[in-house]
């Protein structure tokens, strides 16, 4: 099983920002992710909806045998990580949620105030909200809000325009007004806007990308498993969207700086 690629999924692009730390993370590592953008936005959808989506993708990356699945989508991972788990059995299942908590409470300083922003569908799940207080010893102050229209401007590529700009002076006035020490991009869609979000927050924090503990957790759970790859050689990269297929590989050319050529349009 060693050397079967990593499962990584998300509803649109996305996801790319946890691919992009776990080729940094695990460079031995085939990948095989999957985009639902045919039916983004998951993070405005209910919970019986997102649940069906999440089992009709695992079923096609189980088909595809995977080591090991990695939700690479804040939604997902807030309502249907049981759905994901049981369906998975046995292969590891690791999760963003995980990642961006791990960020905060095993960080080096003790963060006072923290502010999330992700889906309304993560925000109301509470996840981040509760995991972060579950493992914190400190009373920490949270203050999140959710920023649905960030993912189709992202999914449109309008990472630089005007709207963006606008968008986000409206969703991060809050921030503005109550100062925190860390912000939590709780939508893998966020880590492609981080420079707006930065600059429109108008003091510096420390901005937390959860795709980077995520692919911490995922090597070493690979590592206690013994499911490594074995060898070092040129990873395999393989795509599957499910429709937009040109835009898809346009960003994502861009955002992870490689070609995409393994990049294919399924139906599930
Ligand atoms: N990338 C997904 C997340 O991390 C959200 C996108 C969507 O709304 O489908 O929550």
Do not use: W
Not at 18 to 33: F, G, H, R, S
Not at 93 to 113: C, L, M, P, Q, T
Not at 119 to 134: C, L
Not at 173 to 201: R, S
Request: glycine residues 6%; proline residues 5%.
């Amino acid at each position: 099983m060693n050397k079967f690629p990593i499962g990584v999924f998300d509803s649109g692009i996305g996801g790319l920002s946890v691919v992009k730390q776990i080729m940094q993370t695990l460079p031995n590592e085939d990948i095989i992710y999957f985009g639902d953008i045919a039916r983004i936005p998951y993070g405005t959808k209910s919970t019986a909806t997102i649940r069906e989506f999440t089992r009709q993708t695992v079923s096609f990356l189980l088909e595809k045998k995977v080591k090991a699945l990695v939700i690479a989508c804040n939604t997902i991972s807030a309502v249907a990580y049981e759905t994901v788990s049981e369906l998975a059995g046995q292969i590891p299942v690791i999760d963003v949620i995980s990642g961006g908590i791990d960020a905060i409470v095993n960080h080096n300083k003790v963060y006072k105030s923290v502010g999330i922003i992700a889906t309304p569908v993560t925000i109301k799940s509470n996840a981040y909200q509760n995991g972060i207080r579950r493992h914190t010893k400190t009373n920490i102050n949270i203050i999140s809000k959710a920023c649905p229209l960030f993912v189709p401007l992202i999914e449109e590529g309008l990472l630089d325009h005007p709207a963006m700009n606008a968008i986000a002076t409206d969703y991060l006035e809050i921030f503005n007004q109550n100062k925190i020490d860390a912000l939590i991009l709780g939508c893998t869609h966020y880590p492609m806007i981080t420079n707006v979000i930065q600059n429109t927050i108008h003091y510096k924090l420390d901005i937390i990308d959860p795709a980077i503990n995520t692919s911490h957790i995922l090597r070493h759970k690979l590592t206690s498993l013994n499911l490594l790859h074995p060898k070092t050689h040129t990873p395999h990269y393989t795509f599957y969207i499910t429709d937009n297929l040109d835009k898809f590989i346009k960003l994502g050319e861009m955002f992870l700086n490689i070609a995409l050529p393994n990049t294919h349009l399924v139906t599930i």
